[in-house]
């Protein structure tokens, strides 16, 4: 199978466990150099899609294809992969523990030592290195595994909800470190349920809910696209104009009212009624609205349940 310019295709895949489908006839594409956010709420099937794409699960239907064929061992190799299950060897120290992870992905003792300690100085825990690794805290725990998955200098990375249970400060350096890689030409996939991460580091993203896919696509152009649906307002005088049928629901952010669109409405058409209406209208601009809001948008604001799980999600599942 010829090599292609995505490091990563997936065509028509399904996977059912059980009478639970946790991907259905999913298309998705990550190019090469580019920085994608697979993006739900938990139990949406971003794990399942990730495991799919490193060859720990199968699909039911339809094909995977990791830089341009099957993903396997060696393809793999290729790839830095943090899963969302967290898991160190515990009685080993932090040192020993990446440069075992080195080693079997094939870099040399030596060499994976000496990015090793690189890494623990650059993150904060070079005093750690010689400690056992069931002596750090959690969020310290998580960070040695991140080194784990770099230390070969993958082609890729896949971050599965990299930034769950990191503390604001360890989430920014995270996020630093993902832009490196990224201006190095890695290609980076990560899945989280944080929009507003996604946000920040995204050129691309892909949103599924419920096992399907929402929508995917450049960013920058979901956002142009979808800058009519929000309607920043300002005003002195009557509101009797704001009760119109182009109008879902009334945001008041304490500085401005924000206006968000039922599909399709011409926010023209309120501009007018606002200006008949005898309104002096201080402000009436779009607004690039956030990624939070397009998902809700095309997901549906009842996709998640009260705890943050999709109603109808199996506890626990992917």
């Known amino acids: ?37 697979l993006l739900g709420p938990n139990g949406s099937g971003k794990t399942t899609t990730i495991r799919m794409i490193m060859g720990i699960l199968h699909p039911d239907e339809g094909s995977v294809e990791l830089f341009g064929a099957n993903p396997d061992v060696t393809r793999r190799t290729r790839v830095g992969y943090l899963p969302e299950e967290r898991g160190v060897y515990r009685k080993m120290k932090c040192i020993e523990f990446v440069t075992f992870l080195g080693e079997i992905r094939g870099v040399r003792r030596a060499e994976g030592k000496k990015r090793g300690l690189a890494w623990l100085e650059r993150l904060g825990l070079s005093e750690w290195a010689d400690k056992k690794i069931e002596d750090l805290s959690k969020g310290m725990q998580q960070k040695i595994q991140f080194v784990g998955t770099v230390i070969h200098e993958p082609e890729l990375l896949i971050l599965d909800e990299p930034f769950s249970g990191l503390d604001p400060i360890n989430q920014d350096v995270l996020e630093e470190i993902v832009r490196d890689f990224h201006s190095r030409g890695t290609t980076i996939l990560f899945s989280t349920h944080l929009m507003d991460q996604a946000e920040r580091l995204c050129e691309r993203v892909c949103l599924i809910s419920n096992a399907k896919k929402v929508l995917d696509a450049n960013l920058h152009e979901l956002k142009a696209a979808e800058r009519k649906g929000v309607v920043a307002v300002e005003f002195v005088g009557p509101d009797t104009w704001l009760d119109g049928p182009e109008i879902d629901r009334i945001e008041d952010t304490g500085k401005e009212l924000r206006l968000i669109l039922r599909a399709g ?54």
Not at 3 to 32: C, M, N, Y
Not at 269 to 298: C, K, N, T, Y
């Open 265 to 318: 409405a011409d926010h023209q058409a309120i501009l007018h009624r606002g200006v008949q209406s005898g309104a002096e209208i201080l402000r009436f601009d779009l607004v690039e609205p956030r990624l939070h809001d397009i998902f809700v948008r095309h997901a549906g604001a009842g996709v998640v349940g009260d705890a943050g799980t999709p109603v109808g999600a199996i506890p626990g599942g992917a």
């Open 1 to 37: 199978m010829k090599d292609t310019g995505f490091a990563i295709r997936l065509q028509g895949v399904t996977k059912s466990f059980g009478k639970h489908t946790a991907v259905e006839d999913f298309d998705f594409e990550v190019p090469r150099g580019s920085i994608c956010g």
